[in-house]
T-cell receptor
């Protein structure tokens, strides 16, 4: 299977700890997105990369959150000093953008479920 | 800002019943519209999309028509199956290119189809 993969699938952490999630996009995709989904809600956009450049960040992405995509391939999302309100499913997606009107759909991973206790 | 409103769930239907899930949106300009489906334990999958007014997206027997005059993108299927049980999300993208950049999602509608 060559879809978007995320690791870990589940993470339980104590409040105040740091956590890091990894996303491996579909190999030829140049865009990578992070979303957060809380229970009973739709996903909310956090940030996206085109290759290694982080082009947009939502106001939801507080200064405790940082995302990187160092070589334009996999990405990491780190949350520092976790709070109970950070408990959510963190979704990664990727797509191919060739400019203009030629863009593929976003393919989503299965997500990382974070529980902060 | 952009927003998407979906009909409240959950929705429970018998097999072969007709399905409608309502979706309305608020956006400036000419957004692209999407329906995503999330089966239990899986990631979101794109079900169908429409990038301009009056476009009809269709896939796997599901259809939705981009209605700019009513700012709606209702999902329909003529005869649902048990395998259609999932959560359905309506979403929009601010550009007209169909790009996945900054998708805004509705809150989702849980569909359960009984045999």
């Amino acid at each position: 299977d060559t879809g978007v993969s995320q690791d870990p699938r589940h993470k339980i952490t104590k409040r105040g700890q740091n956590v890091t999630f990894r996303c491996d996009p579909i190999s030829e995709h140049n865009r990578l997105y992070w979303y957060r989904q809380t229970l009973g809600q739709g996903p909310e956009f956090l940030t996206y990369f085109q290759n290694e450049a982080q082009l947009e960040k939502s106001r939801l992405l507080s200064d405790r959150f940082s995302a990187e995509r160092p070589k334009g391939s996999f990405s990491t999302l780190e949350i520092q000093r976790t709070e109970q309100g950070d408990s959510a499913m963190y979704l990664c997606a990727s797509s191919l953008s060739t400019g203009g009107l030629m863009n593929t759909e976003a393919f989503f991973g299965q997500g990382t479920r974070l529980t902060v206790v | 800002g952009n927003s998407v409103t979906q009909m409240e769930g959950p929705v429970t239907l018998s097999e072969e019943a007709f399905l409608t899930i309502n979706c309305t949106y608020t956006a400036t300009g000419y957004p692209s519209l999407f329906w995503y489906v999330q089966y239990p334990g899986e990631g979101l999958q794109l079900l169908l999309k429409a990038t301009k007014a009056d476009d009809k997206g269709s896939n796997k027997g599901f259809e939705a028509t981009y209605r700019k005059e009513t700012t709606s993108f209702h999902l329909e299927k003529g005869s649902v199956q048990v395998s259609d049980s999932a959560v359905y999300f309506c979403a929009l993208s601010p550009s007209g290119s169909g790009s996945a950049r900054q998708l805004t999602f509705g809150s989702g509608t849980q569909l359960t189809v009984l045999p």
